[in-house]
């Protein structure tokens, strides 16, 4: 989504973007561990069908960008997704999920204290290291706008990028 809002609008219009991503995954990264991620946890069924259904969904993800039209386009006309359309789409991915549970199973513990405190600190901690990250792909976005003017090297990158994400997928399912 980053990459994309940088393709469409730079750096500076993607923007909004970045701090929506940041700012949806920070509230999950607090809410989610306060009640349904326990939820979640508590059910090693449901777990399991988080990753598998991630997986799903990310190959499928995969799938789609590899076979994707190889015209340039850079869509000047239309402005990329928003604060609030990233920060409610993160509320709706499920790599957004996974990660979230993921994070709260691994990094919280009922012996280290206040929850409240402890989900806090996981959101903080998600926000510092989301932005500078996120700015990254922004950035990426902005600038590979400019390598990808054929149809040859567009078809090469998608086919890359749906490689690399398809690999992802063992991240998951491990």
Not at 32 to 60: D, M, Q, S
Not at 107 to 131: D, H, M, S, T, Y
Request: hydrophobic residues 55%; charged residues 10%; aromatic residues 10%.
């Amino acid at each position: 989504m980053l990459t994309a809002a940088g393709a469409q609008a730079g750096v500076l219009g993607g923007l909004p973007c970045l701090l929506g991503v940041t700012t949806g995954m920070g509230v999950m990264m607090f809410v989610v561990p306060l009640g349904l991620g326990g939820l979640v946890l508590g059910h090693p069924l449901i777990v399991r069908a988080l990753h598998w259904g991630g997986a799903a969904f990310l190959l499928w993800l995969s799938w789609k960008i590899a076979t994707s039209g190889s015209r340039v386009d850079s869509m000047p006309d239309r402005d990329p997704v928003g604060y609030l359309g990233a920060a409610l789409f993160q509320w709706v991915n499920p790599k957004s999920w996974l990660v979230t549970a993921s994070a709260a199973g691994t990094f919280l513990r009922a012996e280290a204290g206040n929850p409240i405190g402890q989900a806090a600190c996981l959101a903080g901690l998600f926000a510092v290291a989301a932005l500078p990250s996120g700015f990254v792909w922004l950035a990426f976005g902005a600038g590979v706008q400019r390598v990808l003017y054929s149809r040859r090297r567009l078809r090469m990158f998608n086919i890359a990028m749906a490689v690399l994400l398809a690999l992802s997928v063992v991240l998951v399912v491990r």
